[in-house]
């Protein structure tokens, strides 16, 4: 690629905006600094969708707020990204948005089999030394924060749709409409996929 000595270059820079572990109305606005890695998997042989994996590095009171609350929790991550000049390392445009999105949780294998009335006592002793002006989870205790927590990030409405079964036989469309079709009909959306005339479907006629 010829580049003229005029050309600006510059890369992508992505930065976490903001990384929200919400429980119904509670809120955890999670510092992102504490964000120790943020990876994006896409293991098809071993899952049916992409799931992101966050590490964080969490007050011992949040972690077990989170483990007592998996079920229920919801994280709203937003990811932005803006040009940086590969010369001065100045950025040269303005953020834009790449992601906004509220994903579910599942943990890894050790936490997930933690003992919920063991929780709920860890929790209690944890709360204890605060009087009720106070909210635990807004205190952040350095000698506290050594602990990290791996969660695991994936869209909800995805896992929903992983439990239609389909049992379906097909005599006219390309490959790609009937998967299209497929799709729709699971209610996945952000799908493409033809008119339903171009597909006959056998098992309806």
Do not use: W
């Not at 504490?34 to 990876?39: R, T, V």
């Not at 036989?169 to 171009?198: D, F």
Request: with cysteine; net charge negative.
């Amino acid at each position: 690629m010829n580049i003229k000595e005029d050309t600006l270059v510059f890369l992508q820079k992505y930065s976490i905006k903001n990384f929200i572990v919400m429980n119904e109305d509670e809120k955890i606005e999670m510092d992102v600094s504490n964000l120790l890695s943020l990876e994006y998997i896409c293991d098809y042989e071993n899952a049916i969708f992409a799931i992101m994996k966050a590490v964080l590095r969490v007050d011992i009171r949040k972690r077990i707020y989170i483990l007592k609350h998996k079920r229920k929790i919801r994280v709203k991550l937003e990811i932005e990204k803006a040009g940086l000049d590969i010369q001065t390392e100045e950025f040269v445009t303005n953020p834009e948005p790449v992601l906004n999105e509220t994903f579910a949780i599942y943990l890894n294998d050790d936490d997930e089999i933690q003992d919920q009335e063991n929780l709920d006592e860890r929790l209690e002793a944890n709360f204890s030394e605060y009087d009720e002006s106070e909210n635990p989870l807004e205190v952040e205790n350095y000698f506290e924060t050594q602990n990290t927590i791996e969660l695991y990030l994936f869209n909800p409405k995805l896992l929903e749709a992983s439990r239609y079964s389909f049992n379906e036989i097909y005599t006219k469309g390309t490959l790609q409409n009937i998967v299209g079709n497929i799709l729709t009909i699971c209610h996945i959306g952000h799908t493409l996929s033809c008119q339903a005339t171009y597909i006959e479907n056998a098992s309806k006629s």
